[in-house]
């Protein structure tokens, strides 16, 4: 089979059923291990697929958002291992700033006993701030629905007044070139000026984030750390970076 046909099958294959295997494809295809890596790996080049552990994602559109009940429901194991860790960097006295989003909402309980001031975007996360009894500054702006995130200029102008030792931001993709973005300008907007205004600022995004690229920029990829649960499941050219750490809680 030459390449370009067996390109083509796998390229049908992840449109029909989302994920691919490489063991499944050396059957199918009747080729190589290895053959089959150097195919996802320049199919995943072109922008084609994303290379996942053992196979290959069909990419999302770039404005492609789930919903909170839907993230709430998922890698919900990834997200509390790394607000486990996350949590870690948080010490009494601090000042931060927590992102709205179903992983730094997993942060939350981590944070009770903590004599600390959190300043969020996220509804639901300033609801469950009040009910662990943290102390809560919740920026005023509009509520996106799909989100449950403060967004629009006056959030920005307002969260540009504070300063904070720690920002925790989520994500909906971290890509090598492209580095951490989400599908909405105003969130990202959001994120930028809060990483700005923090002596320190960390990314957390579970493996199914990474190789993906969304709409617009939160920041590029060496310009923060970023947080994530399993090294095993994302491709080395993110590993070797050493402001990736993998959580091990």
């Not at 370009?4 to 691919?20: A, F, M, P, S």
């Not at 629009?152 to 102008?157: D, F, L, P, R, S």
């Not at 090598?176 to 990483?195: H, L």
């Amino acid at each position: 089979m030459l390449t370009e046909e067996r390109k083509q099958r796998i390229l049908t294959d992840i449109e029909h059923n989302g994920t691919v295997h490489i063991r499944d494809l050396t059957v199918q295809l009747a080729a190589s291990e290895s053959t089959i890596r150097r195919d996802l790996g320049e199919l995943a080049k072109e922008g084609l697929l994303r290379r996942v552990h053992g196979g290959a994602q069909k990419i999302s559109s770039l404005r492609d958002e789930p919903g909170v009940q839907e993230k709430a429901t998922a890698h919900t194991t990834a997200k509390a291992s790394i607000a486990r860790c996350a949590a870690e960097m948080v010490q009494n006295g601090d000042l931060i700033f927590l992102d709205a989003g179903t992983t730094t909402a997993q942060m939350v309980p981590l944070l009770q006993g903590k004599d600390v001031t959190v300043v969020t975007t996220g509804v639901d996360n300033a609801s469950l701030l009040a009910d662990y009894g943290v102390k809560t500054i919740m920026l005023g702006g509009t509520i996106k629905p799909l989100t449950k995130a403060i967004i629009g200029a006056a959030a920005t102008q307002q969260l540009a007044q504070y300063r904070f030792n720690s920002a925790f931001i989520g994500a909906n993709s971290v890509h090598i070139d492209y580095g951490c973005t989400t599908p909405d300008p105003e969130e990202a907007a959001t994120k930028r000026v809060a990483i700005g205004q923090s002596a320190a600022s960390f990314i957390l995004a579970d493996a199914s984030k990474f190789g993906n690229v969304s709409f617009a920029q939160i920041a590029p990829l060496a310009s923060t750390t970023i947080i994530t649960d399993d090294f095993a499941a994302i491709d080395s050219e993110f590993t070797k970076l050493d402001n990736i750490k993998e959580a091990t809680f």
